[in-house]
């Protein structure tokens, strides 16, 4: 059974702070990387896609993926209030046939408090 | 705009009844998929389709059904077998291996 691990929180922190979200996944032949934001009652939205090894950057959010440790995260920079949300943590496993079934985490709920 | 459409956006099922859940894409994307999602579950896969007039069984396919007759459409229906189908259902769409899913807004099915 593939697996996606993340902490379901809620992580709370200050507005303007470093929200670090954290993800393993048991699948070692993983290929791609993606993080969700779905806010309450919401459907999840995409955010950030990362498929090698390092740090990828779009505006306030950074994603880092380390494969020899199955560790994927999620830095967001300066956080807002509208940021308090659920973040869902997806990876596509690697399956014979190239089927690109994601499988998800059970989400950590962030809360930025002004 | 190109997106997915979900529809209703909330709906009421008696017992013993039948309820189907629209869902239309016209993202072009090949591959559509259902999950089912409940408060600290996360999203559950419940069928999947490649390709027109195919789908697949996903994790809970059982007291549901599908049908991929055009490529837009992928509506799922829950059967009165399902016992427990109050849940928020989701609709995603994606072009192709490597790439993340477009999701619609999603149905909330509520069991009266």
């Known amino acids: 059974q593939k697996e996606v691990e993340q902490n379901s929180g809620p992580l709370s922190v200050p507005e303007g702070a470093i929200a670090s979200l954290n993800c393993t996944y048991s699948d070692r032949g993983s290929q791609s990387f993606f993080w969700y934001r779905q806010y309450s009652g919401k459907s999840p939205e995409l955010i950030m896609f990362i498929y090698s090894n390092g740090d990828k950057e779009d505006g306030r959010f950074t994603a880092q993926l380390n494969k020899a440790s199955q560790y994927v995260s999620l830095l967001i920079r300066d956080s807002q209030p509208s940021d308090s949300a659920t973040y869902l943590c997806?990876?596509?496993?690697?399956?014979?046939?190239?089927?690109?079934?994601?499988?998800f985490g059970k989400g950590t709920k962030l809360t930025v408090n002004p | 705009d190109g997106g997915i459409t979900q529809s209703p956006k909330y709906l009421f099922r008696k017992e013993g009844q039948n309820v189907t859940l629209s869902c239309e894409q016209n993202l072009n994307h090949d591959a559509m998929y259902w999950y089912r999602q409940d408060p600290g579950q996360g999203l559950r896969l419940i069928y999947y389709?490649?390709?027109?007039?195919?789908?697949q069984k996903g994790d809970i396919a059982e007291g549901y059904s599908v049908s991929r007759e055009k490529k837009e459409s992928f509506p799922l229906t829950v059967t009165s077998a399902q016992k427990n189908p109050t849940a928020f259902y989701l609709c995603a769409s994606s072009p192709g291996v490597g790439y993340g899913y477009t999701f619609g807004s999603g149905t909330r099915l509520t069991v009266v």
């Open positions: 389709s490649q390709i027109v007039n195919d789908f």
């Open positions: 997806a990876v596509m496993p690697w399956t014979q046939g190239g089927s690109e079934k994601l499988v």
